[in-house]
């Protein structure tokens, strides 16, 4: 039974920090953040394959980093110079590669985490 269970999520001021990490029950070709507000579809954040390249969202780009930790089957997301935009639901997801590249299709991704809540005031 494959599990993917996020942590992390809170309430930080505009400028802050924040770190979300994913516990992973499986290993992925790609591992990736994604976000939703209610209402609105949901948005890539960030992708990282196993060769640790790694992929972000144009409003994301410069503040956010994605890594993963192999011996700790966690992956995490570093969220700096928080902006009330990035307020949202973060998920994060395990899936496969298309031409060798780990993009932000969504249907790419067949496991799911519950999310955790991000919310910057």
């Known amino acids: 039974h494959v599990q993917l269970v996020e942590s992390g999520g809170g309430s930080v001021q505009t400028g802050g920090s924040l770190n979300v990490s994913c516990a992973l029950s499986t290993d992925s070709v790609c591992m990736a953040w994604f976000r939703q507000v209610p209402g609105k579809e949901r948005e890539g954040v960030a992708v990282i394959d196993r060769n640790g390249r790694s992929t972000y969202g144009d409003s994301v780009a410069g503040r956010f980093t994605i890594s993963k930790d192999n011996t700790k089957n966690t992956l995490y997301l570093q969220m700096n110079s928080l902006k009330p935009e990035d307020t949202a639901m973060y998920y994060c997801?395990?899936?496969?590669?298309?031409?060798?590249?780990?993009?932000?299709?969504?249907?790419?991704?067949?496991?799911w985490g519950q999310g955790t809540q991000v919310t910057v005031s």
């Open positions: 997801a395990a899936g496969f590669a298309r031409n060798g590249y780990c993009s932000f299709l969504q249907s790419n991704y067949n496991y």
